[in-house]
């Protein structure tokens, strides 16, 4: 089953042949599992940005099996995804060596043989890696075309012949078994990296491909070790530079000249498509180089992301949205060095009807499910007639409208926000009888006046807040509910207000704790809605 980039290489057999002889599904592995195998080369390749080799082997996985879904959570964080220790060290030591390469290869190497992953796993483990880095840059220079294979999957022949290719793909992939070293290893350049693999079924085809690349007639030998040599200087891989440049010694090229070339990509002794090559590939490794680097940076800028819109989601359950978005735009300082400010502002005080007989009868788990579903729905109401809640108050609802932004039309919003609070508490109350459970009541009470608006609290602990009797007086006038026998009452302020569209009941003055003159009130019946 050829690669479907192979025909890209038609002109330079040893490339075409190693896109083959070299991958993993074809005898190469014997400690390591396919399926681990696979994933690396996924890691690899995203890290790369190869979208050709990304794109083949994400098609691969869902042809064996694989839901997107479980691909994206590898791709996304493999340490979180649900895998094996083993292949999650794997994968680990995947992404280490795409983004430091030889740089980190000691360290990445000792953290896969903590992980418990044996010596002769870990070779295989280095092998997948090192071919899909290989494979990333092969495909990526001349540019294949990824689009064909990125819209595989989502052909209606291909979804339907799923588990005929995933079949047929088993019957070709096979494991490899031990294999001697082929003879004449010790003289090939680079014969030691063949060696690390003596046993293994890597070797022969490794040590195959080397000599055919050398024998190759399209560059000279001492060109390729040139080109080996700067990218050996260039990451810097020292194993690699020591054995090159042994191996071009015995091309004749002394270190002298050697260290000229490396040093200032020129000496009198190369050739002239040598002195062009050793430029080209020096722009090309500096390009790769800045890739990486560039990936990394953009990789770290996405989690900085990530984690800013979780703090910023979890900040926005613990404070208005705006005073969350004004603190990721300005910083801490720039909130709490802002003065609190005097506005008139709307409140609402909201409060459960029969919560303490519900929560004697109810198991604490029920009760709390039910609380939440009731505060959710009583939020989302008020969020959604330009509201915020400032706090929960054991079963009580604190709101306030015109407290974040200015609004002339605030008190007529808290007043459709405490109808649309009386629908959900009907939806939600068909629910809980629908279960078995007790039906819930709420009383509402608003009010409008001026306060302070602002941060308030010591350094340890500030909350964004309204302070002023304004809110007492939404608190007087919800407890008033219950002696006029109705949920929501508004008061003469938030009447004044309102425009003929509100059915409005005026009640009887009432002497509530705290305030010296009887409160009038208003029971808010609904709201008219004109017809043409």
Aim: proline share 5%; charged share 20%.
């Amino acid at each position: 089953m050829p690669h479907p980039g192979v025909r890209y290489f038609a002109a330079v057999p040893w490339v075409a042949r190693a896109t083959i002889d070299l991958h993993t599904h074809f005898g190469m592995l014997m400690h390591l599992q396919q399926r681990t195998a696979d994933l690396i080369t996924l890691v690899v390749s995203q890290e790369n940005a190869c979208r050709f080799c990304y794109a083949a082997v994400r098609a691969a996985l869902w042809c064996q099996g694989m839901d997107k879904e479980r691909i994206q959570q590898v791709e996304q964080d493999a340490s979180r995804a649900d895998l094996a220790p083993a292949a999650r060290a794997a994968l680990e030591y995947a992404r280490a060596q795409s983004r430091s390469g030889p740089a980190g290869a000691h360290d990445a190497w000792a953290a896969l043989r903590r992980a418990g992953v044996s010596a002769a796993e870990a070779r295989e483990i280095a092998f997948t890696v090192a071919l899909t880095d290989f494979s990333n840059r092969l495909y990526t220079m001349p540019a294949v075309p990824s689009l064909p294979i990125e819209r595989m999957p989502e052909q209606w022949l291909v979804r339907l012949l799923r588990p005929l290719i995933d079949r047929i793909g088993r019957r070709h992939r096979f494991r490899g078994s031990n294999t001697p070293l082929p003879p004449g290893t010790a003289e090939l350049a680079y014969g030691r990296l063949v060696a690390a693999f003596a046993g293994s079924p890597i070797a022969p085809p490794l040590a195959r491909t080397m000599q055919d690349m050398f024998a190759s007639a399209h560059l000279s030998r001492r060109c390729k070790l040139l080109i080996f040599a700067v990218v050996s200087r260039a990451l810097p891989c020292e194993v690699c530079e020591i054995e090159v440049a042994q191996a071009l010694r015995r091309e004749g090229l002394d270190a002298a000249t050697l260290a000229r070339a490396l040093t200032h990509l020129d000496a009198p002794e190369l050739e002239p498509i040598e002195r062009l090559l050793i430029t080209l590939v020096v722009i090309t490794v500096a390009w790769l180089s800045q890739r990486r680097r560039g990936a990394g940076l953009q990789r770290q800028l996405d989690a900085a992301a990530e984690e800013l819109q979780r703090l910023q989601h979890a900040c926005a359950r613990l404070a208005p949205a705006g005073v969350v978005n004004r603190l990721v735009a300005d910083g801490v300082g720039g909130l709490t060095d802002l003065p609190a400010q005097r506005k008139v502002v709307t409140a609402l005080f909201a409060d459960l009807v029969g919560y303490t007989a519900m929560s004697e009868r109810l198991e604490p788990d029920v009760l709390a499910r039910v609380l939440n579903g009731y505060f959710q729905r009583m939020s989302n109401a008020i969020h959604e007639h330009s509201g915020h809640v400032s706090t929960f108050l054991g079963d009580g609802i604190l709101a306030y409208f015109g407290a974040l932004q200015p609004n002339p039309w605030q008190s007529a919003d808290a007043v459709r926000a405490a109808l649309a609070m009386r629908d959900a508490m009907a939806d939600y109350n068909r629910e809980l009888v629908d279960e078995g459970l007790p039906a819930l009541g709420v009383g509402i009470g608003i009010h409008r006046g001026a306060g302070l608006v602002g941060l308030i609290g010591s350094r340890e602990r500030m909350e964004y807040g309204f302070v002023g009797r304004t809110v007492n007086v939404a608190a007087r006038v919800q407890a008033l509910t219950r002696t006029h026998g109705v949920d929501i009452l508004v008061t003469e302020a938030v009447r004044a207000e309102l425009d003929t569209s509100f059915a409005l009941d005026v009640m009887p003055a009432e002497q509530v704790k705290g305030i010296a003159q009887p409160v009038v009130s208003y029971a808010v019946r609904r709201r008219i809605v004109a017809h043409a």
